[in-house]
């Protein structure tokens, strides 16, 4: 099997002293573990940030066994934020969620335009907001629409407008921006309130079903923005 293609580093770890085992995905063929050979090495270390994007050529003997990555550079998108923490933060975190709630080798040209999207969204002055609705949009490409609209109840409170979801077991006060998303938001409490919201969401519905744990990425990028 052989291929050429094009796609986002997702996540990279060492296999022996001189070479790596990448994930990445790919505009074609979904995501796609293989081996770099050489990967540890100046020249190519310095590609390898996560988020990336990467031309590459894959090459397997059999579907059974995985392959290798031939790269060279498309886009260096990591490095513009090297000195920015939060969004390189964001970069990590967002990478690693589509590492962790997709499958091998399924192909989703969603998903792989969704992340095209992201540096869209992280050079914009209202990130932290975009970011949350691209959070959103993922999970739904995924097939997992959080349907806040038509699970809130609008209550107006002392001349404020409330979004209130209840159920059995508990009611939660859901930010107005996530219903109402021509609301521009400012607020950094109000935007954490929506991240932690989904991060609820995300723990509770797709993690601890499938016995995942909580990704640290997404906790260390909430904390950079503390």
């Given at each position: 099997?052989?291929?050429?293609?094009?796609?986002?580093?997702?996540?990279?770890?060492?296999?022996?002293?001189n070479s790596l085992i990448a994930e990445?995905?790919?505009?074609?063929?979904?995501?796609?573990?293989?081996?770099?050979?050489?990967?540890?090495?100046?020249?190519?270390?310095?590609?390898?940030?996560?988020?990336?994007?990467?031309?590459?050529?894959?090459?397997?003997?059999?579907?059974?066994?995985?392959?290798?990555?031939?790269?060279?550079?498309?886009?260096?998108?990591?490095?513009?934020?090297?000195?920015?923490?939060?969004?390189?933060?964001?970069?990590?975190?967002?990478?690693?969620?589509?590492?962790?709630?997709?499958?091998?080798?399924?192909?989703?040209i969603k998903i792989y335009n969704l992340?095209?999207?992201?540096?869209?969204?992280?050079?914009?002055?209202?990130?932290?907001?975009?970011?949350?609705?691209?959070?959103?949009?993922?999970?739904?490409?995924?097939?997992?629409?959080?349907?806040?609209?038509?699970?809130?109840?609008?209550?107006?409170?002392?001349?404020?407008?409330?979004?209130?979801?209840?159920?059995?077991?508990?009611?939660?006060?859901?930010?107005?921006?996530?219903?109402?998303?021509?609301?521009?938001?400012?607020?950094?409490?109000?935007?954490?309130?929506?991240?932690?919201?989904?991060?609820?969401?995300?723990?509770?519905?797709?993690?601890?079903?499938?016995?995942?744990?909580?990704?640290?990425?997404?906790?260390?990028?909430?904390?950079?923005?503390?």
């Amino acid at each position: 099997m052989n291929w050429d293609d094009r796609g986002f580093l997702l996540s990279k770890n060492k296999y022996n002293e001189n070479s790596l085992i990448a994930e990445i995905y790919t505009k074609d063929h979904g995501k796609i573990s293989g081996i770099i050979f050489g990967g540890t090495s100046k020249k190519l270390k310095n590609y390898l940030q996560t988020g990336n994007k990467l031309f590459l050529n894959y090459n397997s003997k059999s579907d059974n066994r995985i392959g290798y990555f031939k790269i060279e550079i498309f886009k260096a998108h990591s490095p513009i934020y090297f000195d920015n923490p939060q969004k390189l933060n964001c970069i990590i975190s967002s990478m690693n969620l589509v590492k962790i709630l997709t499958a091998e080798s399924q192909t989703n040209i969603k998903i792989y335009n969704l992340i095209n999207e992201f540096y869209s969204i992280i050079s914009d002055d209202s990130w932290i907001q975009k970011y949350i609705y691209w959070e959103l949009e993922l999970l739904k490409v995924l097939g997992y629409d959080l349907e806040l609209s038509s699970k809130v109840n609008k209550q107006i409170i002392d001349n404020k407008t409330l979004y209130v979801a209840e159920s059995s077991t508990e009611k939660k006060i859901v930010p107005n921006f996530l219903i109402d998303k021509s609301e521009p938001v400012t607020d950094l409490k109000t935007l954490l309130k929506g991240l932690k919201l989904i991060g609820d969401y995300l723990e509770k519905t797709i993690l601890k079903p499938n016995n995942i744990n909580f990704p640290i990425s997404r906790s260390q990028f909430i904390s950079s923005l503390k």
